[in-house]
T-cell receptor, first 111, second 116 residues
Framework: AQSVTQLGSHVSVSEGALVLLRCNYS??????LFWYVQYPNQGLQLLLK??????LVKGINGFEAEFKKSETSFHLTKPSAHMSDAAEYFC?????????FGKGTMLLVSP | DVKVTQSSRYLVKRTGEKVFLECVQD?????MFWYRQDPGLGLRLIYF???????EKGDIPEGYSVSREKKERFSLILESASTNQTSMYLC???????????????FGSGTRLTVV
């Protein structure tokens, strides 16, 4: 069965600092992996995805993530946080016809 | 732009009422999904559908049913609303058919349901 673990329900950074949101997955087949962002009272928006090929994937708003098979990880990073990055972030895995989501990480950005 | 539209952003209903949450997509997607989102629990799959008149139970189907009479519309029904169904409900669609989800989902903006 597929599953996702996001380490840390809340992550706090200062504006301009590195953002690192952690995601580990479990999958019975080579996974497809996704990161979504949710701003308050909105639906989820796709940030980036990994299916096959290059293991470092770039997404919108300056985010990127690296698929590491040996570590079963797909951590999300951004070199320099902006205030507008404050939101909740969800990692998801697909090894079948649905997505399984992690419990989310709230990113807090302070001036 | 691809769009998934949920008919209500906020709903307040009384315990025991029958509640209908509507979702419409304009992308000709085969698959549609209903999730509920609760703090600390993330998104949990209630029901999904691969095609018209087809439905599959997700992880937490108890107390819910669904209807898909047309490809573009997927309704979630709370037969007798209870306070523990107070939540954010998210509808999504994808074009992956019965294969793996390759392109992700497109989500609606959500319906925040309060049952009093």
């Amino acid at each position: 069965a597929q599953s996702v673990t996001q380490l840390g329900s809340h992550v706090s950074v200062s504006e301009g600092a590195l953002v690192l949101l952690r995601c580990n997955y479990s999958s019975s087949v080579p996974p497809y992996l996704f990161w979504y962002v949710q701003y308050p009272n909105q639906g989820l928006q796709l940030l980036l995805k990994y299916t096959t090929g290059a293991t470092l994937v770039k997404g919108i708003n300056g985010f990127e993530a690296e698929f590491k098979k040996s570590e079963t990880s797909f951590h999300l990073t951004k070199p320099s946080a902006h205030m507008s990055d404050a939101a909740e972030y969800f990692c998801a895995v697909s090894d079948r016809s649905t997505l399984t989501f992690g419990k989310g990480t709230m990113l807090l950005v302070s001036p | 732009d691809v769009k998934v539209t949920q008919s209500s952003r906020y709903l307040v209903k009384r315990t025991g009422e029958k509640v209908f949450l509507e979702c419409v997509q304009d992308m000709d997607h085969e698959n549609m999904f209903w999730y509920r989102q609760d703090p600390g629990l993330g998104l949990r799959l209630i029901y999904f559908s691969y095609d018209v008149k087809m439905k599959e139970k997700g992880d937490i189907p108890e107390g819910y049913s669904v209807s898909r009479e047309k490809k573009e519309r997927f309704s979630l029904i709370l037969e007798s609303a209870s306070t523990n169904q107070t939540s954010m409900y998210l509808c999504a669609s994808s074009g992956s058919g019965t294969g793996r989800v390759r392109d992700g989902y497109t989500f609606g903006s959500g319906t925040r349901l309060t049952v009093v």
